[in-house]
């Protein structure tokens, strides 16, 4: 099993839908859990942070179940400037592997007016 | 504040070739990686340094040097560049374990 997957889309949904991006890790160890988005020819960059009770961030909700490692984005009200690849990152445990982060190859984004 | 710059940010090498990419943080960040990243493969890590004066392999480390010249500033080293060494070269600091990871604009490097 690889240590973070994925479905690599690509997703081609309406502007103002609602969209759900999933994502699984392999380690029972890791610890942080994040979501990036990276834009075509741009560096990733942070999009939010996954908490264990669930976090919220305007349009975007991150949930985190650890039992099943699974973890999901969803946006909502989607805009044409949500189009990119979305990364689901996660950490390698604790000790050394708190220091070492495991991406996800994305899932693309494509919102269409 | 910057953040995390990289040098270059192209760059065509002849096989053979040698080259230093440059990479410098002004976030306070204690910790600084190398990843490279290819079509349909994902970020993989080359090369990280958790503290100043530590770094260690990851993922793909062969045929790449680093050196961790202070807290700012964490190189890396092409010795003899290969054609499979074409890519995309991102840095990027961390301030702590269990953290974020941010990121530089990257470094597009062509070998031919």
């Known amino acids: 099993r690889k240590e973070v997957e994925q479905d690599p889309g690509p997703f081609n949904v309406p502007e103002g839908a609602t969209v759900a991006f999933n994502c699984t890790y392999s380690?029972?160890?890791?610890?942080?859990f994040f979501w990036y988005r990276q834009d075509c020819r741009k560096e990733p960059k942070l999009l939010m942070s996954?908490?264990?009770s669930g976090n919220e961030d305007g349009r975007f909700t991150a949930q985190l179940n650890r039992a099943s490692q699974y973890i999901s984005l969803l946006i909502r009200d989607s805009k044409l400037s949500d189009s990119a690849t979305y990364l689901c990152?996660?950490?390698?445990?604790?000790?050394?592997?708190?220091?070492?982060?495991?991406f996800g190859k994305g899932t693309k984004l494509s919102v269409i007016p | 504040n910057a953040g995390v710059t990289q040098t270059p940010k192209f760059q065509v090498l002849k096989t053979g070739q040698s080259m230093t990419l440059q990479c410098a943080q002004d976030?306070?960040?204690?910790?600084m990686y190398w990843y490279r990243q290819d079509p349909g493969m994902g970020l993989r890590l080359i090369y990280y340094?958790?503290?100043?004066?530590?770094?260690d392999k990851g993922e793909v480390p062969n045929g790449y040097n680093v050196s961790r010249l202070n807290k700012r500033e964490f190189s890396l080293r092409l010795e003899s560049a290969a054609p499979s060494q074409t890519s995309v070269y991102f840095c990027?600091?961390?301030?702590?374990?269990?953290?974020?990871?941010?990121f530089g604009d990257g470094t597009r490097l062509s070998i031919l």
């Open positions: 990152v996660v950490n390698r445990g604790s000790g050394a592997g708190s220091y070492q982060l495991t």
């Open positions: 380690n029972s160890a890791s610890q942080s």
């Open positions: 996954v908490y264990s």
């Open positions: 976030m306070n960040h204690n910790s």
């Open positions: 340094s958790a503290s100043e004066g530590t770094t």
């Open positions: 990027a600091s961390m301030v702590a374990g269990n953290q974020p990871q941010h």
